[in-house]
Structures are given as structure tokens and as C-alpha cells.
């Protein structure tokens, strides 16, 4: 369960990322967060692995205060939070499984790991995590020789190899076509359902958070604006999100296509 | 009247630079312009006899050094091989001594800015040693011989390379790195996997470069007594044996060219 309680925080050049957020996350949910640029979506979300820092309240996750945690804890925070990128932040000169191994990192020793000497079963479970998406027949292809879906998916394997218990997605699909990007939130969907874990996406399609999220937060200016299950949204809800109509480019579209 | 038409026409077509940056750059161009005309003069001045005069001792001297002594190779062959092995140790010992302070020497990984400062500051001051001012030094401490001669390419190849290297690590794709560090890896392994893979080729392409430039200096630190062929070619030119010195010089150009070769062709396979 993750809780913010009053989370505030203030760059150092004095822009407010977060201005007194409350929000409950249950273990297992889907939760889309939905604004525009700016709206402090991609804080909200690395707040919660410690990528950012808040500067005020606190941050709760299994009910462990995060906020004021340093390098070990930290280390074993991350290992229990996987994290999915807008980029894919593959190590492009890398092939498909030594990227898919990296999400074992946090669980190996230093050692171990900068010979190569990942456990039997880590390995195993790289292989089974690319199967997972689809993607097992590339295993030994260097990363930048995949298309961008294909490396979303890679990267999608590499959080699975980690077997967190949360999984948060930065906009995982705003550099993606129609298609492929209805294609990755159903692999995040699935893995949501099959394995219980806890998955935040940020989006700014509001039709693929409808069709894809069990509750959605809508944010504005570092602000909650609305916190509910889809079923009570509607377009409505989003212009007040928003601020302003719902526009075109507001929409993905294409899941008919995928 | 028409003085206004004409900046009414300026304010319809703007110059491409302010006229600010314009000035500076008409200004900063003249004062080098400058500074080249009275380096020129005074060069000059102090050359003794003029460009005629060296002309015609320059076949004078030439002849002397014909035809290169092909005997005495067997004899050099020792020495040079001494300065490629010179070269060789510098430059792996360079190399490894360079991976820390090349990642200390880096703004994007080293955020704590003290320590950044202090190895930059310490690499600048380390190249402002030129290598035949370090090999006097070393031999001055150690007597003459190899190795001092090493010691010298180490410090002036660990100049070269940790900068270079320094700076293709702040070029480097950062995203990689955030994600490792949010899946949990410790500093070590942010570095060995997120940053190593994408800095690897360029690392061995530097190396490279810098192993053909201290072969080449090598040679150099031998005439102050820092070993291998120089000191050879030193003593040669010092008893006027000059066909044995052209020797010399003839063997030390083949094994340089030989060796930019093979490493030329290395660094293209490499990128």
C-alpha cells in the first residue's frame, strides 16, 4: 500500500512539483494518473521510488515512511518498485538479455554482478519475463536494433525480471504509435492482473485511461483534482482536469487496429 | 529624410548578428591579426643568415646523413624494441590509473562538485607538464634508464586520457543509468552496467590513440636519457655518425607508420 499524507515538494529552483497531495494506493490496483505537462504527474510518480525527494509530509509505502531514507534502504526500496520510461532507458549497445538481467541488479551482489555471474535461476527468470512479452526470439539482438514497441516490451521484461511488488509506468507509451501502444498497456494490464501487482502509469490519452484504468487521478498545477473509479468519469471530469475542452490530440485512438 | 528610410529599411531586414557581437568579433579579429604580423616581424629578426642561408646548408647536411647505415640495424633493434615496450607499459598502466579519475573527472556522474573540481583541477595541472619536462624529473629521481621513461609517459598519457575519457562519459545516454539506479543497483553497478557498455569503444579507440602518441614521445624521452632509441639516436647524432643516425631515424619512421596502421584499422572495427 502506498499513502501520501500532505506530500509536498518544492524544487530547488522553486518550482512547486507537488503541493499537498493525499492519495491511498491498495495493493493491486490500476491506477492512471491523468494531466497535462506540468501537471506533476511524472513527480507524483517518482516520489514514490525515491527518484525525487519531497520536501514536505510523508510518503508511506507498506507503511514505512520513505521520504527520509538513504542509501541502503533505499537500494532495497527501488528493488521492490519497478520502473517503466517514456525513453525505454535501455543501454542501447547492450543485447536483450543483459538489459532484461539488469533489472536483477538490485538483488545480486557487486560482485557477482560485474562478472557476469547472475544465479541459474535470475537468468531463467530473464528468459521467462521475455517470453512473458513476447519478445523471446531477440534474446542476443543488441537493444537499438529493436523498434520502439519491441523495446518497451524489453524493458517491460527487465521490470519483470525484478519481481516487484509495484510497478510504475512514465508515460510508457507517449513515444509510441496507436497500435503498439494499446499492445504495451495490455501487457502492463495483464501483469497487473496475473500477478497482483501494483501498477501506476502516467498517461495523457484520456481514452486510453478510460479504457485501461481501474481509478484515475486527475492532476493540475502539482494538485489532485479528482480522485475516483472510472466509472465515475466522464468527459466532463477530464475539462475540469484539463481546464480546458477536450481536444483531439487529447486522444490516442486505434484500438481497433491493435 | 532619407536617413529615415534607410532605418526603416534596417528594421525590415535585420543583420544576422547584433551589432554588439559584430563589433566584438571585427575587434577580436584585428588584435589577432595583429599579434601574427609582430610574432612574424620578430621571428625574423632573431633568424641569423635568412631562409637563403639555411637553404643552402640544408643539402650540405643532408648529404651527410647518405646513404643510411644498414649495418648497425641489428644493434638498434634492441633499443627500439625497448621504446615500443615503454610504450606498451605506459599505456596500459595509463589506462587502468585513468578509469577512476575519468569518472570522478565527469559532471554527469560525480555530482558532488567538490570532488569534481579537485580532479579536474588536478588532470589540467597534470597536462600543463609537458612529457620532456616530466622525463627530466624522473631521471633526475631515478637515474637514467626505462624506467623512468615509463614513469614519465604514465603521468603524461594519464593527462590525455582522462580528459578524453572524461569527457565521452558526459556525452553518454543518462537514461540507461536512471533506470538501474531505480531498479535498485548500487553505484558500481550503475557504472559497470549503464555507463561501461556505452563507453567501451571509444575507450579502446583513445587508448589506442594515445599508445601511438607515446610511442612517438617515447622516442623523444630517450634524448634526455629516458632509455630506448632516443638515447641511441641522441649519442649517434652527439659523435656526427649521421648514416647511423639516419638509420635510426629510418627505423623509427617504418615502426611508427606500422604501428598507426594496425591501430588505425583497430579503432575503425571498433566504431
Redesign the interface.
Known sequence: MIEFNNVGLVYPNGTEGLKNINATIKDGEFVVIVGLSGAGKSTFIRSINRLVTPTSGSLLVDSEDIINYHSGDLRKLRTKIGMIFQNYNLVKRSNVLKNVLAGRLGHTGTLRSIFSLFKKEDIGLAYESLKRVNIDEKIYNRADELSGGQQQRVSIARVLTQKPKYILADEPVASLDPPTSHQVMTYLKKINKEDNITTIVNLHFIDMAMEYADRIIGMRAGEIVFDGPVSEVSEKTFEEIYGRSIREDDLRGGADES | MTNENNSLAEKKTPSIYPAKIKMQITVIFFVILGIYLFSMYWTQKEMVGGFAGALGNMFTVIEKFFPPNLNVVPAIWGPMVETIQMAIIATTVASILTIPLAVLAARNVTTFKPLYYTTRTFLNILRTIPDLVLAVIFVGLFGIGLFPGILALIVFSLGILAKLISETIESV?M??L?????????V???I???LV??V??QFTSLVLYVFEINIRASVVLGYVGAGGIGLILNQQLGFYNYPNAMMIIVLIFIVVIVIEYISNKLREALI
Do not use: T
Open positions: 545516454d537514461n540507461p536512471e533506470a538501474m539506479r531505480a531498479s535498485g543497483g548500487n558500481y553497478q550503475v559497470w552496467y549503464g557498455p556505452q567501451l569503444p
